[in-house]
């Protein structure tokens, strides 16, 4: 069974796009987590609490794209609400790096 790396993930998730800003949800920050291990990975996006219930198909269609790759054989994608989507790690405004963490 091929390994999967981060960067096929995320390559993966570049063409998943937030409905309502004109980018993919690599680009925007959105990555909060990604942890790989045996064939599973778990993902998780960062969103407003207000756009939760609203962002459920592209919180489904990352799940798909990621659950599609090669060597994957669970895929489990979740919407986190506990930061601004693209904030920092102090979950201030700036816009900060603050994704990506394992």
Same mark, same amino acid.
């Given at each position: ?13 570049? @063409?998943?796009?937030? !409905?309502?800003?004109? %980018?993919? +949800?690599?680009?925007?920050?959105? +990555? ?13 996006? %960062? ?10 198909p592209m919180r489904? %269609? ?11 054989? %669970? ?13 920092? !790690?102090?979950?201030? !405004?700036? @816009?900060?790096?603050? @994704?990506?963490?394992?």
């Amino acid at each position: 069974m091929p390994t999967v790396t981060e960067a096929e993930v995320r390559e993966a998730l570049r @063409g998943i796009r937030d !409905p309502d800003r004109d %980018a993919d +949800i690599v680009s925007l920050n959105m +990555i909060d987590g990604l942890h790989l291990k045996d064939g599973r990975a778990l993902v998780s996006i %960062a969103v407003d609490p207000r756009r939760g219930e609203r962002l459920e198909p592209m919180r489904a %269609a990352a799940e798909q794209a990621v659950a599609a790759l090669p060597g994957i054989e %669970a895929a489990t994608v979740v919407l986190t609400a506990h930061r601004a989507a693209g904030a920092g !790690p102090g979950g201030g !405004p700036g @816009g900060g790096a603050g @994704g990506g963490q394992a």
